[in-house]
Nanobody
Framework: QVQFEESGGGSVQSGESLRLSCAAS????????MGWDRQAPGKDRELVAS???????VYADSVKGRFTISRNNAKNTVALQMNSLIPTDTAAYFC??????????WGQGTQVTVSP
């Protein structure tokens, strides 16, 4: 099992910034992927940004150039710096861990609301 501590959501206006942070802990596990998904009302959950073992970073097209993901391997944390936020970024954001044995876990989520 993986436990998550997520923080950093909130309500901002278009053009402003937020930083999400996530710390993962629990039974020993090997991380294959750690990142953030989001889900807006009435829409499917989608990948926002992820760090993959080996250092590969992946971003959704909609956030490229605005969001930056970073990871601290020693502390098993991941942060998402979100700049130039727009209303379509409004969603619940979930920290995600996929382990090398194929299991995926999500945190409880943190709400991001961007007003025009």
């Amino acid at each position: 099992q993986v436990q998550f501590e997520e923080s950093g959501g909130g309500s901002v206006q278009s053009g402003e910034s937020l930083r999400l942070s996530c710390a993962a802990s629990g039974s020993p596990f090997n991380v294959l992927l750690m990142g953030w998904d989001r889900q807006a009302p009435g829409k499917d959950r989608e990948l926002v940004a992820s760090w993959r073992s080996g250092g590969t970073l992946v971003y959704a097209d909609s956030v490229k150039g605005r969001f930056t993901i970073s990871r601290n391997n020693a502390k098993n944390t991941v942060a998402l710096q979100m700049n130039s936020l727009i209303p379509t970024d409004t969603a619940a954001y979930f920290c995600r861990v996929t382990t090398k044995d194929g299991a995926t876990y999500w945190g409880q989520g943190t709400q991001v609301t961007v007003s025009p």
